[in-house]
């Protein structure tokens, strides 16, 4: 069973790299050429592979554009899992967001980041499939400030929850947008800290 079970984590620790070996020659090629531009036959061959080799991975080019999102938005779980339980849910999403503030803590990051960003926002098909990717982020952080609360043996007012969480994200981008704009050097943690204290929810503390 242990042998079994170390061949399946290897699989998928191998599984992963191929992911994401695809996904990043895929946004280079969208960087390059645009999305709408770049075929999946394009990607598959900057990377030595078929086009149905590419379709193991991948299910369309849509998910290979997002495919660093979709890491992301693993890691904010696990961040948030590691919180403690009676930690304000504000307070939690800030630390959640440490997963944003330490990649961006990498200058190679930032600009494979706003890359990402740019032929996002010049693709409408693929804008609407990032912000579909945000909206279920937000509602799996949602449902996991919901369990949470009812394992402390409160019952959550999810309308509120649900605001608060939606608030958080807002305090994000416009971070991300102030350090991604600014001439004055502020950095990413600096800027998020003061715009969520700003913005803190009364039912927050």
């Known amino acids: 069973m242990t042998d079994m079970a170390n061949t399946n984590g290897l699989r998928e620790v191998s599984?992963?790299?191929?992911?994401?070996k695809i996904a990043?020659?895929?946004e280079e090629l969208f960087a390059v050429k645009g999305f709408d531009a770049t075929t999946v036959d394009d990607i598959a061959e900057s990377v030595g592979m078929s086009q149905?080799?590419?379709f193991r991975y991948f299910a369309s080019k849509e998910d290979a554009a997002l495919d660093s999102f979709e890491r992301q938005s693993d890691d904010f779980l696990a961040r948030l899992a590691g919180r403690p339980s009676e930690e304000a849910p504000w307070d939690s999403l800030r630390r959640v967001f440490d997963v944003v503030v330490e990649q961006c803590a990498d200058a190679?990051?930032?600009e494979r980041v706003a890359a990402v960003h740019r032929f996002i926002e010049a693709s409408p098909t693929l804008l609407a499939a990032y912000l579909q990717k945000m909206d279920c982020l937000q509602q799996r952080l949602l449902e996991a400030l919901v369990a949470r609360s009812s394992a402390n043996g409160r019952t959550a007012d999810e309308p509120v929850l649900r605001a608060v969480v939606g608030a958080a994200f807002a305090c994000l981008?416009?971070?991300l947008a102030r350090t991604a704009d600014?001439?004055?050097g502020e950095d990413i943690a600096t800027c998020l800290d003061r715009v969520m204290?700003?913005?803190r929810p009364s039912c927050c503390g």
């Open 15 to 20: 599984r992963r790299a191929v992911r994401s």
């Open 24 to 26: 990043q020659a895929a």
């Open 52 to 54: 149905r080799t590419f």
């Open 108 to 110: 190679g990051h930032r």
């Open 173 to 175: 981008q416009a971070a």
């Open 182 to 184: 600014s001439l004055e």
């Open 197 to 199: 204290a700003a913005l």
